[in-house]
């Protein structure tokens, strides 16, 4: 049956294009949590993070009109927020919380999971991993984040970044090996 194959998606899109806020805040509850952790790639404040999604939200809604429909949603909105997360950048010159400010966020969370010693090894691997991912460039940064932390798939995010599939990966493995000699550096 065509049910089967329905997407709410399209039809949230449809009425949110319209006016429709309640449509939109189903978008947003979509995607908010990988909203956040693009704009945490690029801002390394929980904080900022937290507004930069929302701002950006805000800004897609009031430009749903000029939304082309057979875009894809998120890919539409990751330009905004990107965007915006740059101008953040730019404009209030943030400078990036280290994540191991956010570690004890972290360990509540994998404490739950393991006890062991194996997890205080992993949590301290974890700690060295973030700290060298902020000592690449933002674009490097995002592209790790996207891929291997929310494990978005390569053909998004040739989508997302305007890209061929192979420019994806060429990029994802130089940021990897600049990540690679980053954490050597720390260890």
Same mark, same amino acid.
């Given at each position: 049956?065509?049910?089967?194959?329905?997407?709410?998606?399209?039809?949230?899109?449809?009425?949110?294009?319209?006016?429709?806020?309640?449509?939109?805040?189903?978008?947003?509850?979509?995607?908010?949590?990988?909203?956040?952790?693009?704009?945490?790639?690029?801002?390394?404040?929980?904080?900022?993070?937290?507004?930069?999604?929302?701002?950006?939200?805000?800004?897609?809604?009031?430009?749903?009109?000029?939304?082309?429909?057979?875009?894809?949603?998120?890919?539409?909105?990751?330009?905004?927020?990107?965007?915006?997360?740059?101008?953040?950048?730019?404009?209030?010159?943030?400078?990036?919380?280290?994540?191991?400010?956010?570690?004890?966020?972290?360990?509540?969370?994998?404490?739950?999971?393991?006890?062991?010693?194996?997890?205080?090894?992993?949590?301290?691997?974890?700690?060295?991993?973030?700290?060298?991912?902020?000592? $690449? +460039?933002?674009?490097?940064?995002? !592209?790790?984040? *996207? @891929?291997?932390? #929310?494990?978005?798939?390569?053909?998004? &995010?040739?989508?997302?970044?305007?890209?061929? $599939? +192979?420019?994806?990966?060429?990029? !994802?493995?130089? *940021? @990897?090996?600049? #990540?690679?000699?980053?954490?050597?550096? &720390?260890?």
């Amino acid at each position: 049956m065509d049910d089967v194959d329905h997407n709410p998606e399209a039809d949230w899109i449809r009425l949110a294009r319209a006016g429709d806020k309640e449509a939109f805040g189903k978008l947003v509850r979509l995607y908010m949590h990988q909203a956040y952790y693009v704009a945490l790639g690029f801002l390394g404040s929980h904080e900022d993070a937290l507004d930069a999604s929302q701002e950006a939200f805000a800004k897609a809604y009031g430009a749903m009109k000029k939304f082309d429909p057979s875009r894809r949603f998120f890919t539409w909105y990751y330009a905004i927020l990107r965007n915006h997360c740059l101008n953040m950048l730019r404009r209030k010159s943030i400078r990036p919380i280290p994540f191991s400010e956010l570690q004890p966020e972290i360990q509540a969370r994998q404490a739950s999971d393991d006890q062991t010693d194996g997890f205080l090894y992993r949590s301290e691997i974890h700690a060295v991993v973030w700290k060298a991912l902020w000592k $690449l +460039g933002a674009d490097d940064r995002q !592209l790790i984040v *996207a @891929r291997d932390i #929310l494990e978005t798939p390569y053909s998004v &995010l040739a989508e997302l970044l305007d890209v061929p $599939l +192979g420019t994806v990966m060429s990029r !994802l493995y130089l *940021a @990897r090996r600049r #990540l690679r000699s980053a954490v050597e550096g &720390l260890l």
